[in-house]
């Protein structure tokens, strides 16, 4: 069974930065696509961004682009996600999934179960 725990998250000014990390068991890292989502009160759960399986190719929902970076230690069984000029609409709950699909124009519907999350809350 697939399970990941995300942690990094936390309360910032706007224009910080943040570092999330997700790690994950029960499966081959390196055979699954690894993505970041979020929640926001009274929103649908969106992709912000993912990553393909050897790293080698990204997708970034158009309103993160230029301040979010995703990353991956295939290594470690760890996922990344370092925010910068956070702004307070990027307030939300986020998690992070494994998918064994793979599309650079949006985040594929995961396989794994939804972890706990982590919180951001981002102050104007």
């Known amino acids: 069974q697939v399970q990941v725990v995300e942690s990094g998250g936390g309360l910032v000014q706007a224009g910080g930065s943040l570092r999330l990390s997700c790690t994950a068991s029960?499966?081959?890292?390196?055979?699954?696509?690894m993505g970041w989502f979020r929640e926001a009160p009274g929103k649908e759960r969106e992709g912000v961004s993912c990553?393909?399986?050897?790293?080698?190719?990204?997708y970034y929902l158009d309103s993160v682009k230029g301040r979010f970076t995703i990353s991956r230690d295939n290594a470690k069984n760890t996922l990344y996600l370092q925010m910068n000029s956070l702004k307070p609409e990027d307030t939300a709950m986020y998690y992070c999934?494994?998918?064994?699909?793979?599309?650079?124009?949006?985040?594929?519907?995961?396989?794994?179960?939804w972890g706990q999350g982590t919180q951001v809350t981002v102050s104007s």
């Open positions: 999934a494994a998918s064994l699909a793979w599309s650079s124009d949006y985040c594929a519907d995961p396989v794994s179960d």
């Open positions: 990553i393909r399986w050897t790293g080698d190719s990204t």
């Open positions: 029960g499966l081959n890292f390196d055979h699954y696509a």
